[in-house]
């Protein structure tokens, strides 16, 4: 799921395709899930015939300013939302979507803005797609007045506190620190990988209890939360840029036949260990991060690759993960009934084939 690094190229692409520019016209696909609190039909009609006068993110969420009266997109991905500008593959986290594909309009299509400059003689044309359908598409009046964006906490890019207010504001939780950086009314943008970066630095355990932690400990975290983000950002969130003793380029092998080359400080190959911790995949370095004063570890027992973790969602999100959960059961519900026979036929199959 795209964290706070991705979120962050996501909202440079749309600056560079659409600022300054007018929305001459909207295609939008209806998905009652996908576009809260609106209709895909109102979304259309009140963003279409205005200038995107900035682009800008908070955490995980993204936002268009647009000219006039009127309310602004805000746009959060869920686990697999992305952009996709049209001639273009989509923008994809880490891995590409199986079936990448430049044809137009995209599959699992939410909307696709048309956006002409002057002098254009084409509009470029962009395009926010989601297939499991666990992203948002809000309009709001100010978008960092009202929720979500009112409802997270620090940005570590943004709105990064001092060290004093970050450390009252861990010390007073009892939670595992993994739990707490996970936790987007704490630090909104950080997800898996990039709370799991913060920790290898920081040389913390995931599960260590956060107001256990030393002072040591805190000036680390402080320290790290930024600067593993920044850097992120710094590369554009190419992981391939990241440097060669980060976690990330070696976290991703668990059940593999490739074995990961990350190197402790004496030259020693690192042993990483998965757990899982708040509900989430949690990978760290045994020699390096071993847990103090927190509870006893909790079973290092494997976890299923496809388990990896997404992101946090945000809270006001939960619920419409429910309905989605929902919806895909009711689906196979029905689904079932339609295409199995009658009880009774079944019965009477069976007895002739006793006879």
């Known amino acids: 799921m795209p964290e706070l690094p991705e979120v962050e190229r996501a909202s440079k692409l749309l600056r560079e395709v659409a600022l300054g520019k007018t929305i001459v016209e909207v295609d939008t696909a209806e998905d009652i899930i996908v576009f809260s609190g609106i209709s895909h039909e109102q979304f259309k009609e009140e963003i279409a015939g205005r200038v995107v006068n900035d682009v800008q993110r908070y955490g995980k969420v993204f936002y268009l300013q647009l000219s006039g009266e009127g309310r602004h997109p805000v746009m959060h991905f869920g686990m697999t939302g992305m952009l996709q500008v049209k001639g273009s593959l989509p923008m994809h986290y880490r891995e590409a979507p199986r079936k990448a594909s430049t044809d137009w309009p995209p599959r699992f299509m939410k909307f696709v803005l048309h956006l002409k400059g002057k002098g254009d003689d084409e509009a470029a044309q962009v395009a926010f797609l989601d297939p499991r359908r666990l992203g948002r598409i809000r309009l709001c009046k100010s978008p960092l007045a009202e929720p979500p964006i009112s409802a997270l906490g620090f940005d570590p890019i943004i709105s990064m506190p001092d060290l004093d207010e970050f450390k009252r504001g861990v010390l007073k939780r009892s939670c595992p620190i993994k739990a707490l950086l996970l936790d987007q009314s704490f630090s909104a943008g950080v997800g898996n990988w990039v709370a799991d970066e913060i920790l290898y630095h920081a040389r913390v355990h995931p599960e260590e209890r956060c107001n256990v932690l030393t002072d040591e400990q805190l000036e680390a975290l402080h320290k790290q939360t930024a600067e593993v983000c920044q ?47 708040g509900g989430r995949t949690s990978a760290y370095v045994a020699e390096l991060q071993k847990l103090q004063r927190g509870l006893a570890p909790t079973s290092n027992a494997d976890v299923e690759e496809g388990d990896e973790s997404d992101l946090t969602p945000l809270s006001s999100e939960e619920p419409d993960a429910k309905v989605e959960k929902v919806t895909r059961k009711l689906k196979r519900k029905l689904t079932t009934t339609e295409t199995a026979p009658p009880r009774a036929t079944r019965q009477r199959t069976s007895r002739k084939q006793r006879s």
């Open 231 to 277: 850097f992120a950002v710094s590369v554009n969130a190419d992981d391939q840029k990241f440097p060669e003793d980060w976690l990330f380029r070696h976290r991703w092998g668990k059940g593999k036949k490739e074995k990961h080359t990350l190197k402790l400080p004496d030259g020693k190959l690192a042993t990483i260990k998965w757990i899982t911790v």
